[in-house]
């Protein structure tokens, strides 16, 4: 554990979300909570059953020297979990806890191994400009827009834009707000345009 009470696993460490990041906002600040950056839907580790452990129908190699979850997969058994592979189509899948818990440790090996760190979040202040900026910029496509459907087109143009940065940030590493932007990018256009046409009425 650091001094500023960030736990460490050799160079690499694991910092904790801070309580103010999206869809996370208002959790404690007593928990130590990490974005899960989902690897994929199946097939996330070997499995062994009960019935192969028991009759040693199973390779030693699988277990040896590796991290081993013990989990339950029964139908009977409710342990199933909603993730982002919640939806897949018109199917609702939803994951067992046990492949849940093998998906964070995948998270935390490839993090110290191979130095993968996990999302993180930019400051408070840092997202703040952030919606800010693509708020202004919303007004000022509107103030130097002459024509309304110039301005629809370019305003669509720049949300495109703004869902491409979002994304390119989250392959980085970074989780970054969109919907809030985007939001207040429509709402401030939206807000000098009722503007511009009530000057006009007077």
Known sequence: VTPEGEVQLGETTL????????????????????????????????????????????????????????????PSIEDDFATPFTQNSNQTIEMRGVFIHAQMVSQILNAVKDGRQPLWVWSQWGEFFWIWAWGSLGGFLVLVCKRLVYGVGVGMANLVVLSGVCFVFFIKGWWIPLVPSALAFVATGMMIIAYKRAISVL
């Open 15 to 74: 910092r904790s979300l801070p309580g103010y990041a999206g869809d996370c906002s208002g959790t404690s600040n007593a928990d130590y909570q990490m974005l899960l950056d989902y690897r994929t839907p199946s097939d996330i580790a070997k499995r062994v059953t009960l019935k192969q452990i028991l009759t040693d129908q199973f390779e030693s190699s699988l277990v040896k020297d590796r991290v081993v979850l013990i989990g339950v997969t029964a």
